[in-house]
């Protein structure tokens, strides 16, 4: 029986891949503890580690692993970013979960950008308090107006396709364009110029890292709202807050957020948190901020936990790993997985 260690633990973690692990033989070994240099002592004994996005492969932690005969990395998530894939060159074989839900991270986005629009979040707090004054609610038509998606993976083009059935326009930046009926691709400052609300979809590489600066929002319309269920260094907080003070962005929705691994998923309601752009960013009665959750559904916490222990399966019986993410490709890290064997 192959014996799995499992970092960054919850309960929903756990009533899916307990499933799938008896289904497989597989005996999990579940932590609370986030990977770490300090933590990644607990994987000691075991075959095999989970991580999540918050967790970190670096270099120590890939050095780590190998010294315990530990040569694969599964990531329950689609996104990398946060393995030193030079460290792992060769050794370490990392796999992920390319596709859990679209749809779910899709209609996330949609929600926040409603929820912004029609200022639900304010209207509920006053009605709980029995104020029922409409004075300050008032939100715009989505019909008609420009939304820019910048990045048209499988989530951007759920997202668009919901977009569109709203009746909107809908721009699109993506260095790898899939052509569609609706769809105008431009380019990014395009994008931004003429676009009445921007939802970020790209995976966060040398290129996207703070796509969104203080040179993009200058050149945005005044009021734009900005969506960003991806990652967090997609966009420079500091130049978000500036934009948000001066009135140039009118709304944000942050799913996700820079220095996000000190806090989301734990409960920090007892104290005083100890990041100054964070708490800004929460007071702000045009901002809304959720602890990385647009990915959870039903669905997908199955569709991940399936596919990631199958592509565990595939490693301990020797068989290609589809899911590999590919240290032979481009610069741009996506993959394109021209090969059908493993990556080394």
Same mark, same amino acid.
């Given at each position: 029986?192959?014996?799995?260690?499992?970092?960054?633990?919850?309960? *929903?973690?756990?009533?899916?891949?307990?499933?799938?692990?008896q289904? *497989?033989?597989?005996? &999990?070994?579940? $932590?609370?503890?986030?990977?770490?240099?300090?933590?990644?002592?607990?994987?000691?004994?075991?075959?095999?580690?989970?991580?999540?996005?918050n967790?970190?492969?670096?270099?120590?932690?890939?050095?780590a692993?190998?010294?315990m005969?530990?040569?694969?990395?599964?990531?329950?998530?689609?996104?990398y970013?946060?393995?030193?894939?030079?460290?792992?060159?060769?050794?370490?074989?990392i #796999?992920?979960?390319p596709a859990?839900?679209?749809?779910?991270?899709?209609?996330f986005?949609?929600?926040m950008?409603?929820?912004?629009?029609?200022k @639900?979040h304010?209207?509920?707090n006053?009605?709980?308090?029995?104020?029922f004054?409409?004075?300050?609610?008032?939100g715009?038509?989505f019909?008609?107006?420009?939304? =820019?998606v910048?990045?048209?993976?499988?989530?951007?083009?759920?997202?668009? !396709?919901?977009?569109?059935?709203?009746? &909107?326009?809908?721009?699109?930046?993506?260095?790898?364009?899939?052509?569609?009926?609706?769809?105008?691709?431009v380019?990014?400052e395009?994008l931004?110029?003429?676009? /009445? &609300?921007?939802?970020l979809?790209?995976?966060l590489?040398k290129?996207?890292?703070?796509i969104? !600066?203080e040179? %993009?929002i200058r050149? &945005?319309?005044? =009021?734009? %709202?900005?969506?960003?269920?991806s990652?967090?260094?997609?966009?420079?907080?500091?130049?978000l807050?500036e934009?948000?003070? !001066? +009135?140039?962005? +009118?709304?944000? +929705?942050?799913? #996700?957020?820079?220095?996000?691994?000190?806090?989301? *998923?734990e409960d *920090?309601?007892?104290?005083?948190?100890? /990041?100054?752009?964070?708490v800004?960013?929460?007071?702000?009665p045009?901002v809304?901020v959720t602890?990385?959750?647009?990915?959870l559904?039903e669905?997908a916490?199955?569709n991940?936990?399936?596919?990631?222990?199958?592509? @565990?399966?595939?490693?301990?019986?020797?068989?290609?790993?589809?899911?590999?993410? $590919?240290?032979? $490709?481009?610069?741009?890290?996506?993959c394109?997985?021209?090969?059908? !064997?493993?990556?080394f």
């Amino acid at each position: 029986m192959k014996k799995i260690c499992f970092f960054d633990t919850k309960p *929903y973690d756990k009533l899916y891949f307990d499933e799938f692990a008896q289904k *497989y033989g597989f005996e &999990m070994v579940y $932590c609370e503890s986030k990977l770490s240099e300090k933590s990644v002592v607990l994987a000691k004994g075991c075959d095999a580690v989970v991580a999540f996005v918050n967790d970190s492969v670096n270099a120590a932690v890939v050095r780590a692993l190998l010294e315990m005969n530990i040569h694969i990395v599964a990531m329950r998530c689609a996104g990398y970013n946060n393995v030193d894939f030079k460290e792992a060159y060769g050794k370490l074989h990392i #796999v992920r979960v390319p596709a859990y839900s679209p749809y779910a991270v899709a209609e996330f986005t949609i929600a926040m950008f409603l929820m912004l629009n029609r200022k @639900l979040h304010r209207a509920c707090n006053r009605v709980r308090e029995y104020n029922f004054s409409l004075a300050g609610l008032v939100g715009t038509d989505f019909y008609g107006k420009t939304v =820019g998606v910048v990045g048209t993976g499988k989530i951007g083009q759920v997202f668009m !396709d919901i977009c569109l059935g709203f009746g &909107m326009k809908v721009l699109a930046y993506d260095p790898y364009p899939k052509e569609r009926e609706g769809v105008r691709y431009v380019s990014f400052e395009e994008l931004c110029k003429n676009s /009445d &609300m921007i939802s970020l979809h790209c995976p966060l590489t040398k290129e996207s890292y703070h796509i969104v !600066d203080e040179g %993009a929002i200058r050149n &945005m319309k005044k =009021g734009v %709202a900005i969506v960003n269920t991806s990652r967090g260094a997609l966009i420079d907080s500091a130049a978000l807050i500036e934009g948000l003070k !001066d +009135g140039k962005v +009118g709304a944000a +929705g942050l799913d #996700v957020y820079e220095e996000e691994g000190d806090f989301f *998923y734990e409960d *920090y309601s007892g104290e005083i948190l100890q /990041d100054d752009e964070l708490v800004r960013l929460i007071a702000m009665p045009n901002v809304l901020v959720t602890s990385h959750q647009a990915f959870l559904t039903e669905e997908a916490l199955r569709n991940i936990a399936e596919t990631t222990t199958e592509n @565990l399966r595939q490693y301990f019986a020797g068989e290609p790993l589809p899911n590999e993410v $590919c240290y032979r $490709c481009s610069k741009n890290n996506i993959c394109k997985k021209e090969h059908k !064997d493993r990556c080394f």
